[in-house]
């Protein structure tokens, strides 16, 4: 028999049933497809699939699994436990359960006398006769059943010796993992600490005298490793900010399994996120969650679920975010570049992320220099460009330019300095035209650019639901057949803020705009008194970044 490491722990993702009751996320059936597939890449021992019975969505979405299962993640239903005075073999619910076909599976059931008598509607005892015989059933199915006990903490701070019957009432008959759920998201990390101590403690002696001796021992979920029966789990909700706090108290007090999601999705604050609580585990407090080399990827699949779920990636994220190890004021950039544990807590690449030099009026040369290297440009601080380049960008954001939010465009303003921009086109004017009709929900726009690529002039216009739409479509429109890629490109945010209101409908303008290739995305800024003006700028570097993008990859590819 090999035993389990100490440190091992299991991690339940939840994300495509617990993440999707985020108010504004909704996903298909290939969404979830795409998703758990990709949590199955990362290394996620549990993936919660939804509740089939209660979702026809979530029932074809396991049908479509077992044709194209996943390669090492157990996919697990999720269900309540029966209704009050019935039998589970006759509760309509169950029959999809089992249909999923998985070898897991996870009910839910009462733990607060409060929800039972007001809730539920019913005694003490007929909740405890529900727990029991639902898991009872579904073992006879030959299903292995873990135990999300709903409104834990609560229950036990209100009644703990009957929340502590509805435990033991899931374990006698045969639930494996008893996961303690902090529903409401209100408890603190020194409750849940002392709470996760005393149940491990008392279920502690659980697995003896029960009449389950058999079964004190069973096979870990993906591993031959043993484990002693019952096995404790944390479930947190966020409505606190002490989600993931609260799970890494947990585990410090025993708790082998966490359940969360990835980016903390959930409903109303959302759920415990799996993107902070699986570094802080592995990296900081010494416990096995996945490998090293899935580790690693964790940045990339925290946005690859924020794309796939259309939500914008939260760029100040913990660990995975954008700016999670982004450097802006000067001597913060001097001393990290000389040793980052100055300024970074761990090393970025750790999580598949990686450091990034902010470019702002509040920049030094250092900053200019770290940014020059990012681009394989070497400087030193006695190059006359390089204060140059700090120069002009000081300049420009005096006029109201930000490069913070904008990398595109300052990457572009350095090549300029240096000598070495490429000009792929030239835009030699623009006209657009607006038609405003009295009555009509939208109007039209017409934009006509004049552009000049490698010697040959070109006219184009294009209509747009707007002028800056327009102004975009007739770009393209001229560039598409010398520059095929831009067809790939897509304008994914615009932003405009008036710089000095007031001084009223004469007052400066930046936009930003946001691009993509479906790969990258980079922001590019414009300003102007003239608000067309201003988009403008941004969107003709936009679309000159993206080249710029695009000939570096071929030039690598190539080499």
């Known amino acids: 028999m090999t035993m389990t490491p100490s440190n091992q722990l299991w991690i339940y993702d939840t994300t495509l049933r617990d993440g999707t009751q985020r108010e504004g996320l909704s996903v298909s059936i290939e969404d979830k497809l795409r998703i758990a597939h990709r949590l199955d890449e990362l290394g996620i021992p549990f993936i919660e699939g939804g509740w089939p019975g209660a979702n026809s969505k979530d029932g074809q979405f396991f049908q479509q699994l077992q044709q194209n299962p996943l390669k090492q993640a157990e996919v697990v239903p999720f269900c309540s436990t029966r209704r009050p005075h019935t039998k589970a073999r006759d509760e309509p619910m169950l029959p999809a ?17 409060l929800h039972v008598t007001a809730g539920l509607k019913t005694s003490l005892e007929e909740n405890l006769a529900m727990i029991a015989d639902t898991i009872e059933y579904l073992r006879s199915q030959g299903r292995r059943v873990i135990y999300d006990a709903e409104h834990w903490f609560d229950g036990y701070k209100q009644n703990p010796d009957y929340a502590l019957q509805t435990l033991k009432a899931a374990v006698t008959a045969g639930a494996e993992w008893l996961v303690l759920c902090d529903t409401n998201g209100g408890t603190l990390p020194h409750e849940v600490s002392q709470i996760v101590k005393d149940v491990v403690q008392v279920t502690g002696d659980w697995g003896l005298g029960t009449g389950n001796e058999e079964k004190t021992l069973t096979q870990s979920p993906i591993t031959n490793h043993q484990l002693p029966i019952p096995q404790i789990g944390i479930h947190t909700h966020n409505d606190s900010e002490m989600a993931v706090a609260n799970a890494l108290a947990a585990v410090m007090a025993g708790a082998k399994m966490v359940q969360g999601t990835i980016n903390g999705y959930g409903e109303r604050c959302g759920n415990a996120n799996l993107c902070s ?10 416990y096995s969650c996945i490998g090293e080399h899935q580790l690693n990827q964790l940045t990339e699949a925290s946005r690859f679920v924020s794309e796939v779920v259309n939500l914008a990636p939260d760029e100040h994220a913990p660990f995975v975010g954008r700016s999670a190890f982004a450097h802006k004021g000067g001597i913060h950039v001097s001393a990290v570049e000389r040793n980052p544990l100055t300024y970074e807590h761990i090393q970025p690449e750790l999580v598949g992320n990686h450091r990034r030099i902010v470019i702002s009026e509040q920049s030094g040369l250092s900053n200019v220099l770290a940014k020059a290297r990012t681009c394989g440009i070497e ?11 700090l120069h002009r960008m000081k300049e420009l954001e005096s006029q109201g330019y930000q490069f913070e939010a904008a990398e595109a465009s300052f990457i572009l303003l350095m090549y300029e300095a240096l000598s070495c921009r490429q000009q792929f086109f030239e835009v030699q004017g623009f006209q657009v035209h607006c038609d405003l009709v009295e009555m009509k929900e939208s109007t039209n726009s017409l934009a006509t650019v004049k552009v000049a690529v490698n010697g040959k002039n070109i006219l184009e216009a294009a209509e747009g639901n707007g002028p800056v739409a327009a102004l975009d479509a007739a770009l393209r429109k001229a560039l598409v057949n010398f520059y095929p890629q831009i067809a790939d490109f897509e304008l994914t945010d615009y932003k405009v803020r008036i710089l000095n209101g007031h001084t009223g409908t004469s007052a400066k303008t930046r936009a930003l705009v946001e691009s993509g290739n479906g790969q990258q995305r980079w922001t590019t800024v414009g300003v102007s008194s003239n608000i067309l003006e201003a988009s403008y700028q941004a969107v003709v570097e936009g679309l000159e970044y993206g080249l710029l993008l695009h000939f570096q990859a071929e030039k690598v590819l190539k080499v």
């Open 379 to 389: 400087l030193d601080k006695d190059h006359p460009q390089a204060r140059q380049i």
């Open 277 to 286: 609580v699986i570094p802080n585990l592995q990296l900081k407090l010494g």
């Open 97 to 113: 359960i089992l249909a999923a076909g998985t070898r897991w599976v996870t009910i839910f059931g009462k733990s607060w006398d």
